[in-house]
């Protein structure tokens, strides 16, 4: 963690005093009650948290990456589906429009996302586009100065409630991305329930029959959709996500200690076992890592450097799989309290798993990253054995 | 990315500037400094790099921040097209363009 010193705003203070008051005390309620409360979320707004990477001339803090993941850790950590928030408000759809978006879109809704006013989230994923985000069928055509669009998209967080939508679709082989209001004629939502994880983050499905959209709201431009503004989002979306493993490992390292140094069992607290211990010490270990491979990619995005978009990648790999090992251990570590939903662990250890799935699985990233591993050591390696 | 390339058969005059030249220098090493080291096939200047595989579609997003950081310029929103990023001829040339503007 930064030190106060080097928070000159005052604002990690002010995220981990918010952390601490609002959300770690009601994260189980949210969880359970499958609802992330309208208060909580004008609370992030008031705070500027929404807006937190948005420049400040678009009414953001203007904090920069390791600013950013700093927050993120510390809302995550108490809270997954408050995180999540941030993940797809302010990294997957501000982020993106800060980046790609063009002034005259910037003026009419980054501002309004930035200090809360409007709530954004992003419509790629579909019932049969997952991992293959190309294969997107949502369609849209040109007709008479609009933009149309038909089609369905699934498992969009926080589509329950917001007012804006960034719309990936379709028209012949040229995939677009389109802003869409939610009170556009021929919108639907139908709220999801049941999920493993991010219970409380109002995902849903949104329908769009006849949907027209003026020609201005095209992010970009048209078949940029997929490969500039889609993957700009996953970028930054990959990024929040890599301190949301960082921050349920961390909490479950909390967690996991706090029980071990009081649990008594054989008559000795079971912080003495020299088997738990080594969970705790791996989890230690695997914490410290992650974080250093997130400040790591969050300091290459600062220097706008090459290697970013497969150092992020690398980040989430690492810190989604550890947040699942470390959950897991919490959940061993406190046994049957583990598995009981009196006790933050259970909660983690589903929240973990998401991190695996979502903004590119675990299995998209190796491949990415060996991809990435072939081109930088394969020639560095090639006199091996001569 | 390949599969959603609309690109035009247009074809592309030769490079002559100099600016231009060297652009494409650096962005053929660039660009293959990202193709995969498992492709045998070689990248010539008015390849489709996107249709041809040579590159994944993340890259194109790479591809805008390299050029921007690499010649200090700002490709406009109007010059965001896939046609223009497509090949290592189009790209210099567009590099050229909006550095002698």
């Known amino acids: 963690m930064l030190e106060e010193k080097e928070d000159p705003s005052g604002v990690q203070q002010r995220a981990r005093h918010f952390a601490a008051t609002e959300l770690a005390e009601r994260a189980s309620e949210f969880d359970r009650q499958e609802y992330l409360p309208k208060d909580v979320i004008r609370k992030m707004a008031d705070a500027g948290f929404l807006g937190a990477a948005v420049p400040e001339k678009w009414g953001g803090l203007g904090l920069d990456p390791l600013e950013y993941g700093e927050l993120t850790e510390s809302i ?6 408050t995180r999540a928030l941030l993940t797809v408000h302010t990294s997957l759809v501000a982020e993106t429009l800060v980046e790609r978006a063009s002034n005259q879109l910037k003026e009419k809704y980054l501002t309004d996302l930035a200090l809360g006013r409007r709530i954004g989230c992003f419509a790629l994923s579909e019932a049969g586009a997952g991992s293959d985000a190309a294969s997107v069928t949502t369609a849209y055509r040109s007709e008479k100065g609009v933009f ?3 089609g369905r998209k ?16 379709k028209e012949n082989d040229a995939t677009s991305a389109f802003l869409v209001e939610r009170d556009t004629p021929g919108v639907e939502i139908q709220p999801m329930s049941g999920m493993l994880g991010n219970r409380a983050a109002h995902m849903a499905e949104i329908s769009f029959t006849g949907v027209e959209v003026p020609v201005e709201n095209l992010v970009s431009s048209i078949g940029m959709g997929f490969g500039l503004v889609a993957n700009t989002a996953l970028h930054h979306g990959r990024y929040s996500i890599a301190w949301a493993g960082v921050a349920i490992a961390q909490a479950a390292l909390e967690t996991m200690c706090a029980y071990a140094a009081e649990r008594v069992q054989f008559g000795v607290k079971i912080g003495s076992q020299q088997l738990v211990q080594k969970m705790i010490a791996d989890a230690v270990t695997q914490v410290g890592a992650a974080r250093e491979l997130c400040r790591r990619a969050g ?11 497969i150092e992020t990648n690398i980040a989430k790999y690492f810190s989604s799989t550890i947040a699942q090992q470390v959950t897991s251990d919490a959940v061993q570590v406190l046994g049957g309290n583990g598995c009981w939903d009196q006790y933050p662990a259970e909660r983690l250890f589903r929240e973990a798993k998401v991190l695996e799935i979502i903004e590119g699985t675990s299995q998209l990233q ?12 394969a020639g560095a390696g090639s006199g091996w054995g001569k | 990315m390949p599969n959603e390339a609309v690109m035009d058969v247009e074809t592309v005059t030769p490079v002559e500037d100099d600016t231009v030249a060297k652009a494409a220098t650096v962005v053929r090493n660039y660009v ?3 193709m995969s080291a498992l492709r045998d096939e070689d990248l010539h200047d008015e390849d489709n790099i996107f249709e041809k595989g040579f590159v994944t579609s993340i ?4 591809l805008l921040d390299f050029i921007e950081t690499t010649f200090d310029v700002e490709v406009p929103d109007d010059r965001i097209t896939l046609q223009n990023f497509s090949s290592v001829q189009r790209i210099s040339r567009m590099v050229g363009e909006l550095k002698n503007a």
């Not at chain 1, 699934?154 to 679709?169: E, M, N, P, R, T």
């Open chain 1, 76 to 81: 995550g950590k108490a809270c997954a589906s």
């Open chain 1, 148 to 150: 149309v669009l038909d």
């Open chain 1, 154 to 169: 699934k498992w969009i967080s926080f589509a329950g409630i917001a007012d804006l939508f960034l719309v990936f679709a």
């Open chain 1, 299 to 309: 300091r290459l995005q600062m220097e706008r450097s090459p290697d970013a978009a």
């Open chain 1, 366 to 377: 190796q491949l990415m990253i060996a991809d990435h591993g072939f081109k930088k050591f």
């Open chain 2, 32 to 34: 293959r400094s990202n």
């Open chain 2, 59 to 62: 890259f194109a997003m790479q």
